[in-house]
């Protein structure tokens, strides 16, 4: 049965980055969305839509919200979801004393499906309805994460750490088995409903020169999978890597030498790179996913979100958590600290440009802007409902907010899970506040 909710409504249908925001922006102050088959079936003005549904249709009515595209989080480990807010390491003691433990448990695929529908329900809490995930070195702790997220028909994308040296031996692989276990992946998942496989090698100092070539050799035979990794995020893991490929020229010739840059490739970070390695990404449509949080968190640096998308050769970017050393499931929280990010690289992010790199454009960044990322006739029923006046402050300085723009960036500044009315995943409702 079709399912139909009203609101005001924002959605964009081009790049701000590239165009001016006010083309690519649109908001609706009274609209409808109708879900049917997990579809957007019609979307449109309130007094344009009501008088061609049925009269028996229920219509859900948001006063004081904002009908949004589903948040789309393109880097996040939720194996890491028992170890968020540990404290005090910077990024290599931080793997070795935390995260190389915690996700030894998950070879117990109990386990791993008790986190994942933790993790899952976070998700949904703070309007998260897709999004590209790590593993552990244990495959089944990949099935554990896209059953869960089949018993809510949400567009998840996962893979299997590779890695076969620099980390304990429990959790190491070899080139064969991180090619074996990885196709065997994609060939119980791929494409099945909403679930995509992510070659996933979880860096370069994690993987042996030969598994890289193993990886690459994945990735060639399986072309419409997406790749993910991590790039130039601390400047001590950048030196480490010079010192483990002295033949490449830089972080990003690594990858690009055992082919792993393409489009729908994309990699956490991209703090600490060079012009020569934005135009390599540029180039072969390889994205960054932006990871503020964490990147505070963890002292990495600040991500130039403006640099990154000259126009002159840009760069694809998503907006991401990065749990565990991101600090928050929220992408509220997220825009929030991707603001402070590009203020200290001089550059004030707008609230429509923060929205749109939360929604449409990390859907560009994974290929997937046909299927999600905007609220249109056809695209797939992921919304989110934005309460504007979710806590006394933020109902408070709402009504001194001039206009939607305002109002936006005081929603991304102040609020969190407390803001998500509602989460809709293929049109069904799966979280409401």
Known sequence: MPTAIRGALLTFKDDPFVRDLQDCMVYLDDAVVVMEDG???AVGAADEILPTLSPELPVTRYPDSVILPGFIDSHVHYPQTEMIAAYGEQLIDWLNNYTFITEQGFADQAHAAEVASVFLKEQHRNGVTSATV?????PQSVDALFEEAASYDMRIMAGKVCMDRNAPAALLDTPQRAYDESKALIERWHGKGRAEYVITPRFAPTSSPEQLEMVGALAAEFPTTLIQSHLSENRGEVEWVKSLFPECRDYTDVYHRYGLLRERAIYGHGIHLSEAELDVLSGTGTAIAHCPTSNFFLG????NVKAARDARRPVKVGLATDLGAGTSFSMLQTMNEAYKAAQLN????????AFYLASRGTA???GLQDRIGSIEVGKEADLAVLDLKSTPIIKYRMKYARDIHEALFVQMTLGDDRAIAATYIAGRRVYPA
Do not use: M, P
């Open 346 to 353: 001089g550059f004030a992010l707008s609230a429509g440009h």
């Open 39 to 41: 579809k957007i079936a």
């Open 364 to 366: 560009e960044a994974l």
């Open 300 to 303: 990495s640096g600040y991500f």
């Open 134 to 138: 790590f593993g552990t070195v244990f």
